[in-house]
């Protein structure tokens, strides 16, 4: 029965549920593979029972024709559920229609019912009922099919849907029905509590803030303590919270609140698990270090969050020089565009060192009680260890690093003051570049000097400030002045389609 296997795979999806049967604790997890079972509260463990969806799938047929499967109120139902779930895939295909594909009058039936949500699926409910109206929507469901394979772009989330698979499902309705019988009294075990597995996996969906679960992974990677990353992610989630499908999620500053539901237990949940941010950062942690944190995905991801982040330093760089114009977009107002413009200059070693040299001219000129010259110091620091090819957000950072960064947000003014007692170390010169840097803190009598850790270190004394020319940078983004060859065109900001998470009402944690 390799489409029953198929549908069960797709019904459960990813996740876990815990039972008690005769009292004893077994941990379920659902994967691509089958259902993962084991007593107590993690299947990750030696020994683990797993059992392929084919094996589901045939034992699930053997306990509905002996009754031993749900209840006969459940078995009466499921025609009138299965009616709801149709009439609510056709409503959401309605509702995803373009305005071009809306006014070309694709799924005429299905529009003219369309509205208030789930009133008008109940009317597109009675409509599947009858053979002759069910028939009906089923030939405008393949005519817009057919259209839809040659252009996708009639539906705005595209992902979301499969209008095929939708007209198949729909079609099943003519097909006659097993009955099933139902033991007297009989009651499946319902879930009572939450595994560690699923707790692992709510960790691993990160912040819910754009870009969060790289932060966090990255924090922990460079090394900071325990006290450092409890405050660390008490800010980056803040307050807030998500629902899907069988959970919801509430955080705030005291922590995590995280409550199962199912078909029985309601809205309320048949079990919740509060934890504070220590034992947050000592769950993520552990992910980290068994490499369970991010995804093959996500990993593969990391060079390009790299340079994004680099790309959003530069573009701040820019944004605080005093002695230019400002680029086009302002922080605030659209730093996309700008890290958008800035990105193809961190694309090749030659770009990139060109990009450097206009931000050494820049910083050059920058009195250091200038505004933001500490964080365009870090910009060009950055940059020198991109250019060296050293450049990492997910390594260790030097001690003396750390110990800098806690002073500063512990006592910000001691920070500024501390000196460094290492001992100065030499290392070969980076080449070209910072030979060239050199010259230019030369040319206006500043001094370049070279860190034990091999970065840039400008300390200028005062300058005449000049009004420079224009930087290569602020030209592309600004346009090149009349009879300048315009610059290369970069490839554009591409469209991405994403689902937006159902997001639940804020709720304090209750003690």
């Known amino acids: 029965m390799p489409d029953a296997a198929v549908f069960r795979q797709k019904e459960y999806g990813t996740g876990g549920r815990g039972l008690t049967i005769a009292g004893k604790d077994y941990a379920l997890w659902f994967t691509e593979g089958g259902i993962r079972i084991a007593p107590g509260h993690t299947t990750n463990v030696d020994g683990c029972t797993l059992v392929p969806w084919g094996r589901a799938a045939a034992l699930t047929s053997q306990?509905?024709?002996?009754?031993?499967?749900?209840?006969?109120?459940?078995?009466?139902?499921a025609?009138?559920?299965?009616?709801?779930?149709?009439a609510a895939e056709l409503w959401r295909l309605r509702q995803d229609l373009t305005k071009e594909a809306a006014a070309m009058g694709f799924l005429p039936r299905v529009s003219a019912l369309y509205g208030e949500f789930p009133k008008s699926t109940e009317r597109i409910g009675e409509f599947l009922k009858e053979k002759d109206s069910r028939d009906a929507i089923m030939d405008e469901l393949?005519?817009?099919?057919?259209?839809?394979?040659?252009?996708?772009?009639?539906l705005r989330f595209r992902k979301l849907h499969n209008p095929e698979a939708l007209l198949g499902r729909i079609a099943d309705l003519d097909l006659p029905r097993e009955q099933f019988p139902a033991t007297e009294g009989f009651e499946p075990e319902k879930g009572s509590f939450i595994t560690e597995d699923e707790i692992d996996s709510l960790m691993t969906r990160g912040s819910g803030v754009f870009e969060g679960k790289m932060r966090i992974c990255s924090y922990f990677m460079q090394g900071h303590d325990e006290k450092e990353c409890v405050s660390f992610l008490r800010k980056e989630y803040g307050d807030g919270g998500s629902m899907r499908t069988g959970y919801s999620e509430q955080h705030n500053s005291r922590g995590i609140r995280f409550t199962r539901q199912d078909q029985y237990s309601g809205n309320e949940g048949y079990d919740t698990v509060k934890l504070n941010w220590n034992q947050v950062q000592k769950r993520i942690r552990r992910l980290i270090d068994a490499g369970k944190y991010l995804n093959q995905e996500e990993l593969s991801a990391i060079p390009k969050y790299e340079k994004t982040v680099l790309a959003r330093k530069i573009y701040m760089f820019y944004s605080y020089?005093?002695?230019r114009k400002k680029p086009v977009?302002?922080?605030?107002?659209?730093?996309d565009a700008g890290v958008y413009a800035i990105m193809p200059r961190l694309s090749t070693p030659e770009r990139s060192a060109a990009l450097y040299r206009d931000m050494a001219e820049t910083f050059a000129r920058v009195p250091q009680e200038g505004r933001g010259y500490r964080a365009m110091q870090e910009a060009m620091e950055d940059m020198a260890t991109?250019?060296?090819?050293?450049?990492?957000?997910?390594?260790?950072?030097?001690?003396?690093?750390?110990?800098?960064?806690c002073m500063e947000r512990e006592t910000p003014e001691a920070a500024k003051k501390e000196v460094k007692s290492t001992p100065e170390t030499e290392r070969e010169p980076a080449g070209e570049l910072e030979t060239a840097v050199r010259a230019l803190a030369k040319k206006t009598r500043r001094e370049v000097k070279e860190q034990p850790d091999g970065q840039l270190s400008f300390d200028f004394a005062a300058v005449d400030m000049e009004e420079p020319e224009p930087s290569v940078l602020e030209l592309e983004m600004n346009g090149k002045p009349e009879g300048q060859a315009e610059p290369e065109t970069e490839t554009a900001r591409p469209e991405t389609e994403e689902e937006q998470p159902e997001t639940a009402d804020n709720a304090d944690l209750k003690e």
């Open 63 to 77: 306990l509905l024709k002996d009754g031993a499967y749900t209840t006969r109120e459940k078995l009466d139902g």
């Open 386 to 405: 991109f250019l060296r090819g050293e450049y990492s957000l997910f390594t260790p950072l030097p001690e003396e690093t750390l110990r800098a960064q």
């Open 142 to 154: 393949d005519g817009f099919n057919q259209a839809y394979q040659d252009d996708p772009g009639l």
């Open 321 to 323: 020089s005093p002695a």
């Open 329 to 335: 977009s302002l922080p605030g107002r659209d730093v």
């Open 79 to 86: 025609r009138a559920n299965e009616y709801r779930e149709l």
